[in-house]
């Protein structure tokens, strides 16, 4: 009898904390699941948003190397027609000398302008 009374408690005590252990490990197994999905959809994100960053960030260094070269282009065809400019004021000056003609400094440079075509 006192056999049968512990084999009884024993059935009843494995039936009765079964079914929660069971539900507690499918539920974890669930949970971790779903918690390896978001930390998964997380990095996806962050990595998304790191390139976005990094994209934006090259944007403008990129900009910024295209205006300094804009500059040094606009610099080397400043200092040409500056150039230009000069050696047109010289033979004006030159012609000017011959003849014993003058002309007001901003007549000569709209004359040098004239003859540069611009």
Do not use: C
Not at 10 to 38: H, N, V
């Amino acid at each position: 009898m006192m056999l049968a009374t512990a084999r009884l408690a024993a059935i009843r005590a494995t039936t009765a904390t079964a079914p929660r252990a069971a539900a507690a490990s499918l539920g974890g197994q669930r949970f971790m699941t779903l918690g390896d999905t978001l930390k998964s959809k997380e990095s996806v994100e962050e990595e998304l948003y790191i390139r976005k960053i990094e994209h934006e960030a090259y944007l403008r260094r990129k900009a910024k190397e295209d205006e300094h070269e804009a500059k040094m282009d606009q610099t080397a065809a400043e200092a040409e027609h500056k150039k230009a400019m000069d050696a047109a004021i010289e033979e004006l000056f030159g012609v000017l000398a011959k003849t014993g003609d003058k002309i007001s400094d901003m007549g000569i440079e709209n004359i040098a302008l004239w003859k540069l075509g611009k």
